[in-house]
């Protein structure tokens, strides 16, 4: 299926995106104009301290990959909003559920129980799952599209994905996950051991970076619950996977609710099908697709019109449901310059490490050092 948006491209041609967004700021009103550039000042300088943390830095709440860095100075902004989307959006099923209104027919006051019981043991499924997955490692295979309809290969990169207490620490390794350069892996573990040392402290650092890590997770629980009911969820069917049976639901905006917040004015422009398991109660698949364009910062950034996003997730440990593909295909604009997000992402090999002490301490085994003599960080 071919996922259509808005032509809008931009009219400034030659140099830098950077140089193209200054001369162009010179056409918009200086209020907006002032706006604009403190926004850059403030974004470049978050990425100019990403890239003096160099490589081995997982010690920042708001910094998930090592290896990434250039890759969000060029849609930090960006990519915030299809994670909130995609966080939400998978997460909306499990409030409660409100029959729409073109349901085929009247459910009995016993049904809608089941349903809302269901959907709640989901939730708390949900919730587990995300506390476990902080203490999971994983392989990640990303592909990287130039363009929704590009003939040309896309960029490969693997890595392995290890939690380090207040971020994702991503080691690049071989298309089998194992290293490709000996002694380069070995210095990515070290600067790992370090990241996973300064996350095993209890200095004040620390507890300034967990709780912003506490804070998000606040507002990403807000949004789950505003969702239970910003949107209408009608059972369609009952479709088989493998050897499993899931329950397919259409969500759609609530045309009564209310937004809040500008996190939650963006449900009114989002819409997709939702898969749960009832025997696990856990959330199987999702597919989102944004129906309007959805403007940031006011006139700063858009996600366009067709922009659309999924997940698959299985049960990886007993109990425990992760994602094991996600794909993003989001086309917008930033101030003047237009960007692309096509991404296809496959995760395997999950394995428990735990938290920080107790990665820490894994990892140093694997690099051969004595565990018992550096028990402390």
Request: charged letters at 30%.
């Amino acid at each position: 299926m071919r996922w259509k948006h808005s032509e809008e491209r931009s009219n400034y041609g030659g140099g830098s995106p950077r140089h193209q967004i200054q001369r162009g700021l010179g056409r918009v009103p200086y209020k907006a104009r002032r706006k604009a550039s403190a926004f850059l000042r403030h974004d470049n300088s978050r990425i100019l301290r990403l890239r003096q943390l160099g490589p081995g830095a997982t010690i920042r709440a708001d910094t998930e990959s090592n290896i990434e860095v250039d890759g969000a100075s060029r849609h930090s902004l960006i990519m915030r909003l299809p994670t909130a989307i995609l966080v939400t959006s998978l997460l909306a099923a499990c409030g409660g559920i409100s029959p729409a209104q073109d349901a085929p027919a009247p459910l009995l006051q016993s049904e809608l129980d089941e349903q809302r019981a269901l959907l709640e043991r989901v939730i708390a499924n949900q919730k587990k799952n995300d506390i476990a997955q902080s203490t999971y490692e994983r392989l990640e295979r990303l592909e990287i599209h130039k363009g929704s309809s590009s003939t040309q290969p896309p960029e490969v990169k693997t890595a392995r994905a290890v939690p380090a207490g207040t971020g994702i620490d991503r080691i690049p390794v071989g298309p089998d996950g194992k290293p490709v350069d000996a002694a380069a892996y070995r210095a990515e573990l070290e600067k790992l051991e370090r990241a996973l040392s300064w996350a095993a402290e209890d200095g004040r650092a620390q507890r300034d970076a967990y709780e912003k890590i506490a804070k998000k997770q606040k507002e990403r629980s807000d949004l789950i619950d505003a969702t239970r009911t910003a949107f209408l969820y009608t059972f369609v069917a009952h479709e088989p996977r493998g050897d499993r049976t899931l329950s397919k639901y259409r969500m759609v905006p609530n045309p009564a609710y209310k937004a809040t917040s500008r996190a939650t004015s963006i449900f009114a422009k989002v819409r997709g099908y939702l898969w749960i398991d009832e025997d696990a109660a856990q959330l199987a698949r999702a597919e989102i697709e944004v129906t309007d364009d959805i403007s940031i910062g006011s006139f700063l950034a858009k996600v366009y019109k067709g922009s659309h996003l999924m997940q698959e997730r299985y049960e990886m440990a007993p109990g425990l449901w992760f994602a094991t593909y996600s794909q993003y295909d989001f086309d917008g604009r930033r101030l003047f310059v237009s960007f692309g997000i096509h991404e296809r992402t496959s995760y395997s090999q999950y394995r428990r490490i735990g938290p920080p002490k107790e990665a820490l301490q894994a990892i140093r085994a694997e690099l051969g050092k004595s565990t018992t003599a550096n028990a402390d960080p």
